[in-house]
């Protein structure tokens, strides 16, 4: 089992930042992939960024440039540093894990982009 712990959502600016942090516990060492998710109200929930264990990245197209995944694993925790960040990025932002054909989810953080 994996146990992931979300963190660092907010209410902030259009044009602002946010970190978003992930920290991860439990059986993590069979973990392949990891990646952050957002679901807006009336919306499917869609892949926002993710990382594999050997460092690929992928990012979807309206963030591109924008958001940055990342990983520390002395800490154990994923990042999702948003940079210049829009209204239509408005949702509940998830981390997922994912080894060994098993798929762990945190509890969401709320992301809010308003002025």
């Known amino acids: 089992q994996v146990q992931l712990v979300e963190s660092g959502g907010g209410l902030v600016q259009p044009g602002g930042s946010l970190r978003l942090s992930c920290a991860a516990s439990?059986?993590?060492?069979?973990?392949?992939?990891m990646g952050w998710y957002r679901q807006a109200p009336g919306k499917q929930r869609e892949l926002v960024a993710s990382?594999?264990?050997?460092?690929?990245?992928n990012y979807a197209d309206s963030v591109k440039g924008r958001f940055t995944i990342s990983r520390d694993n002395a800490k154990n925790t994923l990042y999702l540093q948003m940079n210049s960040l829009k209204p239509e990025d408005t949702a509940v932002y998830s981390c997922?894990?994912?080894?060994?054909?098993?798929?762990?989810w945190g509890q969401g953080t709320q992301v809010t982009v308003s002025s």
């Open positions: 439990g059986n993590i060492f069979s973990i392949s992939a």
């Open positions: 990382l594999t264990s050997g460092g690929s990245t």
């Open positions: 997922n894990y994912y080894g060994n054909f098993r798929s762990f």
